[in-house]
T-cell receptor, first 109, second 114 residues
Framework: TQLLEQSPQFLSIQEGENLTVYCNSS?????LQWYRQEPGEGPVLLVTVVTGGEVKKLKRLTFQFGDARKDSSLHITAAQPGDTGLYLC?????????FGAGTTVTVRA | NAGVTQTPKFRILKIGQSMTLQCTQDMNHNYMYWYRQDPGMGLKLIYY???????DKGEVPNGYNVSRSTTEDFPLRLELAAPSQTSVYFCASSQTSGRANEQFFGPGTRLTVL
């Protein structure tokens, strides 16, 4: 069983559309991270959210951490083909990460 | 800096064979990790190390062994390969623990056991 549930599993949208990916857990984490992974490569960290209710923006990407520090969301505005990839959330407790199964995002030109 | 490097990139094993997946990092990180990634399952922690000479089991350690004789190297050993070990293996390292634990990943090793 996954400690972190991500939804949806797959998302295919047209360039210019918006999208949101969700990451939910019944466990509390000290922080939550979002990684992006491209085919044939390892995951790369996008952001770490630490405080309940925190919102972080990275250009067209907006990350939110739930008030109870159990869930998070990633919103992409005006998606571009370069946003295509596997998005993984990871709950952080000390030096160990617990990963969700990932959301595969495809942005069509 | 090369970051985290892994060898080989691809490997096919027969059932019962053994092999070592190599991982090296040049960032002087204390923490190192081995994960496996299966389709639709995310990354599962196999083993981790908090420093040279110290290793511990993760979520899915059965069938694997590790050692950490230096800060830089963290090899993963498969003794008797089984089809269930077909997966993509990632090595990662981090400087710190706790909330700011950013892990840096290698490019992965794709292993097939037939």
């Amino acid at each position: 069983t996954q400690l972190l549930e991500q939804s949806p599993q797959f998302l295919s949208i047209q360039e210019g559309e918006n999208l949101t990916v969700y990451c939910n857990s019944s466990s509390v984490f000290s922080s939550l991270q979002w990684y992006r992974q491209e085919p044939g490569e390892g995951p790369v960290l996008l952001v770490t959210v630490v405080t309940g209710g925190e919102v972080k923006k990275l250009k067209r990407l907006t990350f939110q951490f739930g008030d109870a520090r159990k869930d998070s969301s990633l919103h992409i505005t005006a998606a571009q083909p370069g946003d295509t990839g596997l998005y993984l959330c990871a709950g952080v407790n000390d030096y160990k990460l617990s990963f969700g199964a990932g959301t595969t995002v495809t942005v069509r030109a | 800096n090369a970051g985290v490097t892994q060898t080989p990139k691809f490997r096919i094993l027969k059932i019962g064979q053994s092999m070592t997946l190599q991982c090296t990092q040049d960032m002087n990180h204390n923490y190192m990790y081995w994960y496996r990634q299966d389709p639709g399952m995310g990354l599962k922690l196999i083993y981790y190390s908090v420093g040279a000479g110290i290793t511990d089991k993760g979520e899915v350690p059965n069938g694997y062994n590790v050692s950490r004789s230096t800060t830089e190297d963290f090899p993963l050993r498969l003794e008797l390969a089984a089809p269930s070990q077909t997966s993509v293996y990632f090595c990662a390292s981090s400087q710190t623990s706790g909330r700011a634990n950013e892990q840096f990943f290698g490019p992965g090793t794709r292993l097939t056991v037939l």
